[in-house]
């Protein structure tokens, strides 16, 4: 088969550079453009990243010959995988999308639009019934899908079964998220070894309503929210990759402790797709009371799947847990190419 060409859009930053690790070998995307600002534009990739490549892989020779262009819709491509600094992501990608190219977004800008899916495809695959209408605004084939912020998506997938089966009615979070979060060069080192900050901005917000898109319906052409609160405390704490959640439910019936086990172990709706970037499980469960950890199990699922443990009763809600996902992974650049498999398989490319 003939491998679909995607450009990468903020190719130069944290997120564009996994894009760019993740994409290599893929079965069935090739990196043909990648872009980023005119600071960077003109030269060739590997030339403009060195002392900036920062994951722990070498640059694709490939990739690396690529000369870097400005992000305007005139790229050799199909589908654009978009890791654009929120201060830009939102006009550059309504312009993808006018031009008729189909859009991967990273980016907050377009998540909480009324006609945007933010996706999950073991979780909310029927949003997509909703680019039709997009496609109406732009009055072109293209079109935006955007994956959630990486805090998001680690609480969304363990409250999409307990949601599903149990129904949900409170839920507080708080988090410890990674450095690698803050991209590049990030929190600086003196505020942040031997210490916890205990603010990231914007991101509170975002935790307590993405999920409630992401859980709710879409009925007669509109987005529902799901029926519950999220309260969230979000923090940034002294490790490298991968977000930890302490999560406490409230659930709307009754369940076991091992009702829930079962509902997060029997959750696998991608089983049977083929999708090259799905994990199956994508929820695994840790028996040991000392799990999950950042370093030891962030990796799982190739930084796809989110771990799970410590379930135990609640004095306040129902019950509560722990659940971790790597969030440069899962979080960023592999949901967004999980994405873009899913829209593959379903004819939208
Ligand atoms: N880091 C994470 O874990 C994470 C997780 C989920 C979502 N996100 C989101 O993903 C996006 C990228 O995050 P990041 O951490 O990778 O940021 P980053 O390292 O700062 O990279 C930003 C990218 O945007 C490009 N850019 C900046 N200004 C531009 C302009 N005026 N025109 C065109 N391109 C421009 C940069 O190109 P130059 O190099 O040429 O300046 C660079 O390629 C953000 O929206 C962020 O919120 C990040």
Redesign the pocket.
């Known amino acids: 088969m003939a491998r679909i060409k995607v450009g990468v ?10 894009f760019i690790q993740l994409l290599e070998n893929h079965p069935w995307f090739e990196v043909s453009e990648v ?7 003109g030269r060739p990739y590997a030339e ?1 990243m060195q002392g ?1 490549w920062k994951v722990p892989a070498d640059i694709p020779p490939r990739v690396g010959q690529l000369t ?1 262009k ?2 305007t819709p005139n790229l050799e491509c199909r589908l654009c995988f ?8 939102g006009p ?1 990608e309504e312009a993808f999308a006018r031009a008729g190219y189909a859009v991967s ?5 377009h998540r909480m639009d009324p006609d945007v899916p933010l996706l999950i495809p073991e979780v909310n695959a029927d949003h997509l019934d909703i680019i039709p209408q997009q496609r109406d605004r732009w009055g072109s084939d293209g079109y935006i899908i955007t ?4 805090a998001a998506i680690g609480l969304a997938m363990p409250l999409a079964p307990l949601h599903r089966r149990f129904g949900l009615n409170k839920v507080i979070v708080t988090t410890l998220q ?1 450095l ?5 060069p ?1 929190v600086p080192s003196l505020d942040v070894i031997d210490n916890v900050v205990p603010f990231i901005g914007g991101e509170e917000p975002k935790v307590e309503s993405e999920p409630l898109k992401i859980l709710g319906a879409l009925d007669g052409g509109k987005f529902t929210s799901a029926d519950f609160k999220i309260s969230a405390s979000c923090t940034r704490v002294h490790v490298l990759d991968g977000h930890l959640e302490s999560v406490s439910v409230g659930l709307t019936r009754k369940a076991s402790a091992d009702d829930l086990i079962k509902a997060w172990e029997e959750f696998d709706p991608l089983r049977d797709q083929e999708l090259p970037s799905a994990p199956s499980p994508p929820l695994i469960y840790r028996q040991e009371n000392d799990r999950p950890q950042p370093r030891r199990d962030r990796d799982e699922g190739k930084g796809m799947a989110c771990v799970v443990g410590r379930l135990r009763t609640c004095a306040i809600l129902d019950y509560k847990f722990f659940v971790l996902s790597h ?2 992974i899962r ?3 592999g ?1 967004a190419i999980l994405n873009a498999e899913y829209l593959y398989k379903k004819g939208l490319l």
């Open positions: 859009l903020g190719a130069t930053g944290m997120v564009g550079q996994r872009a980023a600002s005119e600071r960077s534009a403009v900036r870097i400005e992000c978009s890791a654009l600094d929120s201060s830009v992501a550059v977004s990273n980016s907050r800008n994956n959630p912020n990486c990674a690698s979060g803050a991209g590049y990030g969030n440069t979080g960023a650049a949901a």
